[in-house]
């Protein structure tokens, strides 16, 4: 195990700084870093836009339980709490895919179960890897596509933000 996909996500206090210093974190992994988008929040809970990345990370020595500690900990220099279920936060590590790992821990659900309904990572994804496939559920573009028309309402990508290190 060794390829990871991450998604990044932050509405609270200053998002561009989050997202970097996650970039930052995972700089010596890196292969590829998506154009930053902000997106409407959703889940039902009041709050602010999102800014929301992913990163494609590769490194021999960490399996998918060492992406998630690394994306925790991550979260945790961001000063993440975790109050309200899909409420603000500082930063958010989501663990994408490992691999062609599949994990039904509760701790880590690989492919991360939410996937194929978020256009928020579906999109950026592409961008960076436009042949990607989520296993078990097929080509992005495909997922993307079966989302409808109206998938990308409320995402607006944001060329004047950069995420700093890019390979």
């Keep these: 195990m060794t390829r990871a996909v991450l998604s990044l996500g932050s509405n609270l206090g200053d998002r561009l700084a989050h997202l970097r210093a996650a970039v930052a974190g995972f700089a010596d992994v ?28 590769d490194d021999p020595r960490t399996d998918a339980w060492g ?13 993440r709490v975790r109050e309200v279920r899909w409420g603000p936060r500082t930063l958010d590590v989501d663990i994408v895919t490992v691999d062609d790992v599949d994990s039904t821990d509760p701790e880590l659900l690989l492919p991360h179960p939410g996937t194929p309904e978020r256009a928020t990572v579906l999109r950026p994804w592409l961008d960076v890897d436009p042949n990607a496939v989520l296993p078990g559920r097929g080509p992005v573009t495909a997922l993307l596509a079966a989302l409808g028309p109206d998938a990308e309402n409320g995402m607006r990508r944001r060329d004047d933000l950069t995420l700093g290190t890019r390979p």
């Design 67 to 79: 992406w998630l500690r690394r994306g925790q900990a991550a979260e945790q220099e961001a000063g």
């Design 30 to 57: 890196l292969v590829a870093a998506s154009p930053v988008y902000e997106t409407a929040p959703w889940g039902g809970v009041e709050q602010d836009d999102f800014l929301n990345a992913v990163l494609i990370v």
